[in-house]
Protein backbone atom coordinates (compact mmCIF):
# COMPACT_ATOMS: atom_id res chain seq x y z
CA UNK A 1 0.00 0.00 0.00
CA UNK A 2 2.88 2.45 0.74
CA UNK A 3 4.61 1.37 -2.35
CA UNK A 4 1.38 2.16 -4.42
CA UNK A 5 0.97 5.87 -2.76
CA UNK A 6 4.78 6.48 -3.43
CA UNK A 7 4.19 5.74 -6.70
CA UNK A 8 1.05 8.06 -7.08
CA UNK A 9 3.47 10.99 -5.46
CA UNK A 10 5.98 10.43 -8.00
CA UNK A 11 3.74 10.35 -10.73
CA UNK A 12 1.86 13.53 -9.50
CA UNK A 13 5.04 15.14 -9.09
CA UNK A 14 6.49 14.53 -12.69
CA UNK A 15 3.35 15.34 -13.86
CA UNK A 16 3.09 19.42 -12.46
CA UNK A 17 6.87 19.08 -14.01
CA UNK A 18 5.76 21.10 -17.19
CA UNK A 19 3.99 24.12 -15.72
CA UNK A 20 7.34 25.15 -13.98
CA UNK A 21 8.42 28.65 -14.99
CA UNK A 22 11.13 30.78 -13.36
CA UNK A 23 9.44 33.22 -11.30
CA UNK A 24 12.61 35.79 -10.88
CA UNK A 25 13.55 35.90 -14.96
CA UNK A 26 13.95 34.21 -17.87
CA UNK A 27 17.48 31.89 -17.58
CA UNK A 28 20.11 33.05 -19.77
CA UNK A 29 19.87 29.86 -21.50
CA UNK A 30 16.39 31.53 -23.08
CA UNK A 31 19.06 34.36 -24.65
CA UNK A 32 19.17 32.52 -28.75
CA UNK A 33 15.62 31.42 -29.43
CA UNK A 34 13.46 33.45 -26.42
CA UNK A 35 12.09 30.41 -25.26
CA UNK A 36 11.82 30.77 -21.90
CA UNK A 37 11.99 27.11 -21.05
CA UNK A 38 8.88 27.02 -19.25
CA UNK A 39 8.77 22.62 -20.25
CA UNK A 40 5.66 23.09 -22.20
CA UNK A 41 5.37 24.74 -25.56
CA UNK A 42 4.35 28.42 -26.76
CA UNK A 43 1.18 29.45 -27.72
CA UNK A 44 0.55 29.20 -31.81
CA UNK A 45 -2.27 31.68 -31.53
CA UNK A 46 -1.60 35.45 -31.91
CA UNK A 47 -0.55 37.31 -29.05
CA UNK A 48 -2.46 39.18 -27.26
CA UNK A 49 -0.03 42.01 -26.26
CA UNK A 50 1.66 45.02 -28.61
CA UNK A 51 4.95 46.30 -28.47
CA UNK A 52 4.83 50.19 -28.53
CA UNK A 53 7.83 52.11 -29.85
CA UNK A 54 7.51 55.73 -28.46
CA UNK A 55 9.80 57.07 -32.02
CA UNK A 56 9.89 55.21 -35.76
CA UNK A 57 13.32 56.67 -36.09
CA UNK A 58 15.67 57.70 -33.97
CA UNK A 59 19.83 58.60 -34.48
CA UNK A 60 23.07 55.83 -33.22
CA UNK A 61 23.88 56.43 -29.44
CA UNK A 62 19.85 57.55 -28.83
CA UNK A 63 17.07 55.80 -27.06
CA UNK A 64 13.73 54.91 -27.26
CA UNK A 65 11.00 53.82 -24.67
CA UNK A 66 9.45 50.56 -25.64
CA UNK A 67 5.78 49.77 -23.90
CA UNK A 68 4.40 46.11 -23.69
CA UNK A 69 1.26 45.91 -23.27
CA UNK A 70 -1.88 43.75 -22.76
CA UNK A 71 -4.96 43.97 -25.52
CA UNK A 72 -7.23 44.05 -22.74
CA UNK A 73 -7.26 44.45 -19.16
CA UNK A 74 -6.86 40.52 -18.25
CA UNK A 75 -3.99 40.06 -20.40
CA UNK A 76 -1.51 40.71 -17.48
CA UNK A 77 2.39 40.09 -17.87
CA UNK A 78 3.56 37.44 -15.57
CA UNK A 79 7.01 36.90 -17.62
CA UNK A 80 8.79 39.15 -20.20
CA UNK A 81 11.84 38.56 -21.96
CA UNK A 82 12.53 41.32 -24.43
CA UNK A 83 16.35 42.19 -26.78
CA UNK A 84 16.37 44.09 -29.70
CA UNK A 85 17.90 42.87 -32.56
CA UNK A 86 19.04 43.61 -36.21
CA UNK A 87 18.14 40.04 -37.79
CA UNK A 88 18.65 37.71 -35.00
CA UNK A 89 21.30 39.59 -33.93
CA UNK A 90 21.03 41.42 -30.49
CA UNK A 91 22.01 44.59 -30.43
CA UNK A 92 22.18 48.06 -28.17
CA UNK A 93 21.31 47.91 -24.58
CA UNK A 94 18.58 48.14 -22.60
CA UNK A 95 17.96 51.33 -19.69
CA UNK A 96 16.13 50.21 -16.06
CA UNK A 97 16.42 52.35 -13.35
CA UNK A 98 17.06 50.87 -10.77
CA UNK A 99 14.13 51.33 -8.28
CA UNK A 100 11.75 49.36 -11.65
CA UNK A 101 10.13 46.59 -9.49
CA UNK A 102 9.08 44.50 -12.66
CA UNK A 103 12.12 44.16 -14.69
CA UNK A 104 15.98 43.62 -14.50
CA UNK A 105 18.67 43.85 -17.15
CA UNK A 106 20.37 39.70 -18.51
CA UNK A 107 23.04 39.79 -20.25
CA UNK A 108 23.14 37.37 -23.35
CA UNK A 109 26.51 37.57 -24.15
CA UNK A 110 27.27 40.27 -26.08
CA UNK A 111 26.60 43.36 -23.06
CA UNK A 112 25.06 43.15 -19.52
CA UNK A 113 22.06 44.58 -20.88
CA UNK A 114 21.49 43.41 -24.30
CA UNK A 115 18.14 41.58 -22.97
CA UNK A 116 15.43 42.86 -20.13
CA UNK A 117 13.77 40.09 -17.96
CA UNK A 118 11.34 40.00 -15.36
CA UNK A 119 11.31 40.39 -11.54
CA UNK A 120 9.78 38.25 -9.48
CA UNK A 121 6.04 39.39 -9.72
CA UNK A 122 3.17 38.71 -7.42
CA UNK A 123 0.46 41.23 -9.01
CA UNK A 124 1.06 41.04 -12.68
CA UNK A 125 0.80 44.23 -14.36
CA UNK A 126 -0.91 44.79 -17.63
CA UNK A 127 1.70 47.04 -19.68
CA UNK A 128 5.48 47.38 -18.93
CA UNK A 129 7.54 50.22 -20.41
CA UNK A 130 11.17 50.52 -20.46
CA UNK A 131 13.90 51.98 -22.49
CA UNK A 132 16.57 50.70 -24.67
CA UNK A 133 19.86 52.84 -26.57
CA UNK A 134 20.82 52.27 -30.13
CA UNK A 135 24.68 51.76 -30.34
CA UNK A 136 26.45 54.18 -31.67
CA UNK A 137 27.44 53.34 -35.32
CA UNK A 138 24.55 51.26 -35.69
CA UNK A 139 22.69 52.25 -39.10
CA UNK A 140 19.96 50.01 -39.87
CA UNK A 141 16.64 48.61 -38.75
CA UNK A 142 15.82 47.10 -36.15
CA UNK A 143 12.83 45.73 -34.04
CA UNK A 144 12.07 44.07 -30.30
CA UNK A 145 11.53 41.16 -30.34
CA UNK A 146 9.65 39.67 -26.97
CA UNK A 147 8.60 36.25 -25.36
CA UNK A 148 5.30 37.47 -23.17
CA UNK A 149 3.87 35.28 -20.82
CA UNK A 150 0.31 35.12 -19.15
CA UNK A 151 1.67 32.71 -16.80
CA UNK A 152 3.97 29.22 -16.39
CA UNK A 153 2.53 27.49 -19.26
CA UNK A 154 0.71 29.94 -21.70
CA UNK A 155 3.13 32.46 -23.22
CA UNK A 156 4.23 33.47 -26.78
CA UNK A 157 7.59 33.31 -28.20
CA UNK A 158 9.12 36.06 -30.46
CA UNK A 159 6.65 38.72 -30.43
CA UNK A 160 7.67 41.90 -32.45
CA UNK A 161 7.58 45.35 -32.61
CA UNK A 162 7.24 47.30 -35.59
CA UNK A 163 10.56 48.09 -37.02
CA UNK A 164 12.53 50.64 -35.72
CA UNK A 165 14.70 52.96 -38.08
CA UNK A 166 18.78 53.60 -36.42
CA UNK A 167 20.39 56.79 -38.98
Keep these: MAYRFACVLLTVALCAAPA ?21 DPQKSAAPYQII ?20 AKDTIKGLLCQT ?25 NSKASAITHKKITTPPNAITFN ?3 PKGLSEQAQVYCTIALNGGVFWVKHTSDFLKVN
Design 20 to 40: LSFSAGAPNGACDDMIPQHHT
Design 132 to 134: WIA
Design 53 to 72: LSKKQINAGEGVTITVQGNS
Design 85 to 109: RVGETPVGAFDVPPNNNYIQKLDCG
